[in-house]
Each structure stands twice: as structure tokens, then as C-alpha cells.
């Protein structure tokens, strides 16, 4: 693991979602060069991967807490207590 991939996984989601919308700012205005749009472009890129591993690495642990709650014969939300 490299020193920038590091920094990457140093970041809560919502710093890493704020500056791929940084990136994707920066790309809408237009006024970069070639060259500093293709880093910025690749920057975002693993951003966005990121993103999404830390997406789907929550969705895996609320599937597995669901899961643990399902088996002690408990429902996440009992209407019948509630009258409904």
C-alpha cells in the first residue's frame, strides 16, 4: 500500500464524498489542462472506489446485525406491543 492509497483509507466516508465532489467540481468548470484533468479525473476515480467499498462494507454489517436480530427471534420493530 503506497503512501496516497494510506491517506485514502485515513478518511471518513464523508471527507473522501466531499472531495470527490471536489474533483467533480473542479472538471465541471472546464479550465483545467489536459494533464491535471486526467489526475484529477484518476483521483476521483479512487474516490469513488472507495466510496463504494465503504458502502457496500456497511450494507454487509447492517445485513449481518439484521441477521443476529432475526435469530434471537426478535423483529428490528414490534407493532403488536405498539397496538397497530
Known sequence: MNAAEKNLNDLTFEEALKKLEENVSSLEKGD???DESIIIYE????YSD???KKLDSAEKRVEELSAKNDGNGQSSLNTESLNI
Open 32 to 34: 483545467l489542462g489536459l
Open 43 to 46: 483521483e476521483g476515480i479512487k
Open 50 to 52: 472507495y466510496l463504494l
